[in-house]
């Protein structure tokens, strides 16, 4: 059996070069859905079927009749998923800095740095717990999205790719013809939205005319999507007409409710969000402590040498040898954003531990509900509390101590969603007979070239979308979040701590509630973070989100599809991948054009056309994508 694994072709030159290109294009995809939409969805899948149409497609060229092994195609998913999870930890942090004033513009240099060192991390805190988390508890832990990306590649090898690949083609094509018609040719609206005064309180109802979050419905299914609106109801139509008063915004309800959510409504998610994490990290303690064990004895002496070559990890000298390199430069970094030896070495000891800590929690929760759902908002909040706690009770404050706080939660953040990501990528690995070793080097490779694109995208995105970072179009809910956070405990910002604790108190009724659903064996579940996450969202966003999660639960209904799910939803979640690649990039490539000097289209066109346009596009899109998530 391991004879036949090592002869089957699984990294080469062809196979590193694709797979870099995909991390990177992964990864600038989910820059730009993170800072739109506050969540990232998993690459693996899309990445896996691209990567086998491109195989297939140079051993055409050369005349050869089959396509690339299915080792290969592994490997260069592996290596694209890197970019995307890269990308989730960045884009919920850095542009912190930008928020409360710190920066101006990206530093290039500095952003690079924290992007490889915390996605470094979080792969090499993981190796070792590959013993604990895939291989020992295998059958307590299902791992949702790698089972179902393993599937893909198995199914691959048995059968043309061209159609699934068309599927991601046709979808992109779509989405980036959406964000076209809406941000460059003005032909649609962004967004519909009403806002209307009754008995002085302002009540809001509006929807994002988004593929993209459509698509991310339908790859997280109904009972998150479900989760997420319900939180947006929670903080939209009820906490706003309860907690907002509309006489001073009569002139303009609408401007009134987006001023309320920003200055109130959204700490109630922070609240719940605080809970969430909390939470988390207690229901994986045996987790926890089993990882520190086998971190421990990795340390005593090298049990690799009795390992067969295709099932060894990167040994534990490397694996030291790289830590220690990395926590020296972000030992470096730290000095050079504060220049205050003592926080210097506070934050790296505090960064140290807690990266470590949430690497061991994100690979846990992974293997639980899949990449998509791990909560790596609500530990980047905990890391957030702590240190802030911690650099505030030593003295510190102003800018340093904002600065270190989430110098800190950005280490920790790209570590959590780099090693869930390994976490699911090496389970995939496992069914399929891939070598641990070599995914491991093709993560890290994936994660060095990934991080030397995410500073110029957010640049590029902050200096050409209207608002820039932290506007309506680019909300960036997390790091607008973690902004506040920071500015309170150390700047001038002031939380609205009563709105916080309602959160926290929201938070713990559901988790009652939850339990209770547990312990009657319910298939719908009240998971808190996405929840909290609905709250904290523009409304807007949670109802397209819903809409892609009824699509998925009709469809559903129809194959009569408990058994196997995956399998029933694999073409809609392609097409899906395409929607969000296909509008993500066409953000991107129009911020380019702006940034040389190519303007918007003006071409005058009435606004009650362009909403009506906008109105039946948008019931077009659905149907459209309705039917086509229904194919075979």
């Not at 590193?16 to 998993?42: Q, R």
């Not at 988390?280 to 390992?307: E, T, Y």
């Not at 600065?403 to 920790?412: H, R």
């Not at 070598?435 to 110029?456: C, D, E, F, H, K």
Request: neutral net charge.
């Amino acid at each position: 059996m391991s004879n036949k694994s090592i002869e089957v072709p699984e990294l080469n030159i062809k196979v590193i070069v694709i797979g870099l290109m995909l991390s990177v294009v992964m990864g600038s995809a989910n820059v730009y859905l993170g800072l739109k939409a506050g969540m990232t969805v998993s690459a693996s899948i899309p990445a896996a079927v691209v990567g086998m149409l491109i195989l297939r497609a140079a051993r055409n060229l050369k005349g050869q009749s089959l396509g690339g092994s299915i080792l290969e195609a592994n490997q260069i998913q592996t290596a694209a998923s890197a970019g995307e999870s890269l990308a989730a930890g960045i884009i919920f942090t850095m542009p912190a800095l930008i928020l409360i004033g710190v920066w101006k513009e990206f530093d290039m240099l500095l952003t690079t740095v924290i992007a490889f060192t915390g996605g470094l991390l979080g792969i090499l805190f993981m190796i070792p717990m590959r013993q604990v988390f895939i291989v020992s508890n295998e059958d307590n832990l299902q791992y949702p999205e790698g089972v179902a990306c393993a599937s893909v590649l198995e199914a691959g090898q048995e059968k043309s790719e061209s159609n699934n690949a068309m599927s991601v083609v046709k979808g992109a094509l779509l989405g980036g013809a959406f964000k076209g018609l809406i941000s460059f040719a003005g032909i649609l609206k962004g967004n519909l939205e009403n806002a209307f005064l009754s008995g002085n309180r302002i009540f809001f109802f509006g929807a994002d005319i988004s593929p993209a979050l459509l698509a991310v419905g339908f790859i997280v299914r109904l009972n998150v999507a479900v989760l997420i609106f319900i939180g947006g109801v929670i903080g939209w139509l009820v906490g706003i007409p309860l907690l907002g008063h509309g006489i001073e915004h009569a002139a303009d309800p609408v401007e009134g409710a987006w001023t309320l959510w920003s200055t109130k409504i959204r700490y109630i998610g922070v609240g719940a969000m605080v809970v969430g994490g909390i939470s988390s990290i207690f229901k994986v303690r045996k987790g926890l402590v089993d990882a520190i064990k086998v971190l421990r004895d990795s340390q005593i002496g090298n049990k690799q040498k009795n390992i067969p070559l295709n099932q060894r990890d990167i040994p534990a000298k490397a694996i030291n040898i790289f830590s220690g390199i990395a926590i020296i430069l972000v030992a470096g970094v730290y000095y050079y954003i504060t220049k205050n030896i003592a926080i210097t070495a506070i934050t790296t000891v505090i960064m140290i531990i807690m990266a470590f800590f949430f690497t061991a929690v994100a690979s846990y929760i992974v293997g639980l509900v899949g990449n998509s759902n791990s909560p790596v908002s609500g530990m980047t909040i905990t890391a957030v509390l702590f240190t802030g706690g911690m650099l505030y009770v030593f003295g510190f404050s102003g800018t340093e101590g904002m600065v270190a706080t989430l110098g800190v939660a950005a280490i920790v953040c790209c570590a959590a969603c780099t090693s869930g990501d390994v976490c699911n990528d090496l389970k995939t690995g496992q069914i399929v007979g891939a070598s641990p070793y070599r995914q491991q080097i093709m993560q890290i490779a994936g994660v060095a070239v990934a991080s030397l694109v995410m500073a110029p995208i957010m640049q590029l995105l902050h200096e050409n979308t209207p608002g820039g970072i932290g506007g309506r179009e680019l909300a960036a809910p997390q790091a607008g979040l973690f902004a506040s956070l920071a500015n309170g405990f150390f700047g001038d910002g002031i939380l609205p701590w009563g709105m916080v604790a309602i959160g926290s108190v929201l938070g713990v009724i559901l988790l009652i509630g939850d339990s209770f659903l547990e312990s009657k064996n319910s298939t719908f579940r009240l998971h808190l973070m996405p929840v909290a996450v609905g709250i904290y969202l523009p409304f807007g966003l949670s109802t397209p989100i819903l809409i892609g999660g009824l699509i998925a639960h009709f469809i559903l209904a129809e194959n009569d599809s408990e058994k196997n799910p995956d399998n029933v939803l694999q073409g809609g979640v392609l097409l899906a991948s395409g929607l969000i690649a296909g509008e993500s990039l066409m953000g991107i490539i129009l911020a380019l054009l702006a940034s040389a000097g190519i303007q918007n289209l003006s071409l005058g066109l009435d606004p009650n056309v362009v909403t009506t346009l906008t109105f039946f596009s948008a019931i077009g899109t659905v149907w459209w994508f309705y039917s086509n998530s229904r194919s075979k």
